[in-house]
T-cell receptor, first 112, second 114 residues
Framework: DAKTTQPTSMDCAEGRAANLPCNHS???????VYWYRQIHSQGPQYIIH???NNETNEMASLIITEDRKSSTLILPHATLRDTAVYYC?????????????FGDGTTLTVKP | DVKVTQSSRYLVKRTGEKVFLECVQD?????MFWYRQDPGLGLRLIYF???????EKGDIPEGYSVSREKKERFSLILESASTNQTSMYLC?????????????FGPGTRLTVL
């Protein structure tokens, strides 16, 4: 599975959009981009994933560049409860294992 | 909603004890995983299972074993606990039939080995 690079930490004002970048320059054609987040003392929570098209769900939007070498997770109106560590992962989806490699992620702090 | 539960949130054991960590999922998922999470090291895969009685080693299996006798239950076993196994342990499950493989995690067990 390809490796990812994320900033260590970011701040965002409450109510503003939070844009979390991720670089995955060695991504393969059959690898998906997944985003998870982990609120303190809880297990990681799935947010969204995509292959090459932009995706949106009730939690967030995922923008993937045309060359697929980077992506951005967008939380449109960040709240204090969005303070968490956000993980960007790339992996092949269509395998029996479906295992993921989680790095250190980005610690997002939403401030009042 | 998928629910993944773990038997304990906090556990304190002594060096040399045998430790069982239990994980149960209620959505009939085929794949289950055990990770440990340590500061600065991210999540590291210990073992995973893609079917009952099937198991495969992850990245750091040494000192651990697993058991999957029923589809919904995946147990992590520390045969003889050591202080370097103090960590947060996370269980996850995945349903491969949908083809997307997003993982659902339990709340974690924080194990302290004294």
């Amino acid at each position: 599975d390809a490796k990812t690079t994320q900033p260590t930490s970011m701040d965002c004002a409450e109510g503003r959009a939070a844009n979390l970048p991720c670089n995955h320059s060695t991504i393969s054609g059959n690898e998906y981009v997944y985003w998870y987040r982990q609120i303190h003392s809880q297990g990681p929570q799935y947010i969204i994933h995509g292959l090459k098209n932009n995706e949106t769900n009730e939690m967030a939007s995922l923008i993937i560049t045309e060359d697929r070498k980077s992506s951005t997770l967008i939380l449109p109106h960040a709240t204090l409860r969005d303070t968490a560590v956000y993980y960007c992962i790339v992996r092949v989806a269509n395998t029996n294992a479906g295992k993921s490699t989680f790095g250190d992620g980005t610690t997002l702090t939403v401030k009042p | 909603d998928v629910k993944v539960t773990q038997s304990s949130r906090y556990l304190v054991k002594r060096t040399g004890e045998k430790v069982f960590l239990e994980c149960v999922q209620d959505m009939d998922h085929e794949n289950m995983f055990w990770y440990r999470q340590d500061p600065g090291l991210g999540l590291r895969l210990i073992y995973f299972s893609y079917d009952v009685k099937m198991k495969e080693k992850g990245d750091i299996p040494e000192g651990y074993s697993v058991s999957r006798e029923k589809k919904e239950r995946f147990s992590l076993i520390l045969e003889s606990a050591s202080t370097n196994q103090t960590s947060m342990y996370l269980c996850a499950s995945t349903d491969p039939t949908g083809g997307q493989y997003e993982q659902f995690f339990g709340p974690g067990t924080r194990l302290t080995v004294l």
